[in-house]
């Protein structure tokens, strides 16, 4: 994955329109799980006996799709793989919010992506680019989903 979460002035259009197509193409709002900050001083915490808590962040417009069907045998259970498709202006938004100067940092430390009640595992992170700046994300998510799709 290239660049960051920065916005540059020279793809301002292309922004736009990504923008556009996710409100227009997909619209969905999902939820990125981020890890909940620690608590300093909190003594089960600090032994490992509090249980793990998270915050979900909103990402929207995302467009989700799946990529590949499932398959799977007697022995392994079928789990298909999805792409979602998110605007670089979200991104920098949640990114900024969570004190993150990066995307990349935001991608790498989520424990995975809420869509509907399911959540998957984020497997792969990759932008697209205009005039040196990001204007989508594409994410490759892994995981058992209901059949909705």
Known sequence: MSGGAVIGPGSNAAV???????RN?????VLLQMPAPAIPGDIGEQLGLATPQFQNVELGPVAFRRVRAKTGTANKPAEATYELLVSAVTVAKAAGALGMQAAETLFAQAAGVMVDD???SITWVASAEAFGSVYLYRLGLRGA???FL
């Open 118 to 120: 399911s959540t998957l």
């Open 145 to 147: 989903i209901k059949d």
């Open 25 to 29: 193409v997909g619209g969905r709002t």
């Open 16 to 22: 736009r329109i990504a923008d556009v197509l996710l």
